[in-house]
């Protein structure tokens, strides 16, 4: 029984898995402070207000309070932009670069009689016997 539970431990997707968490967490913090820090703060230079949470609206008597709803809200979209700029499009250009530079050699080709995938190498083909040309 210890065994099984050691090897699920040890298998590569739960210990992947555990680290994506923790990393998760710390970059979080990162972008947290980023925008408690940084953004909010610039927020409240060029309107004034940095913080909502004093902002109500009254109807008849019944006192609703949206500052507390509207900082979560410019929280999630500052943290989303900020994702998204720093995080989304850089790893998008990187992974664009990788693929555009990668060009794997062809490992098959077709034969010209019968027109089956053989391999590179083959000198004539599995399918139909004919001989087939390197190139």
Known sequence: MLKGFRDFIVRGNVVDLAVAVVI????G??????TAGVLTPLIGVIGGLPDFSNVTWNIKGSEFLIGGFL???ISFLLIAAV?????????NKFLT???SGERKEPMTKICPECLS???LKAKRC????SQVKNK
């Open 117 to 119: 995938i053989i391999p």
């Open 29 to 34: 913090d990162v972008v947290k402070a980023l």
């Open 71 to 73: 900082n979560a809200f």
């Open 126 to 129: 599995k399918f139909c016997t």
């Open 24 to 27: 998760g967490a710390a970059f």
């Open 97 to 99: 670069q990788i693929k």
């Open 83 to 91: 994702i998204y700029f720093f995080v989304v499009v850089p790893m």
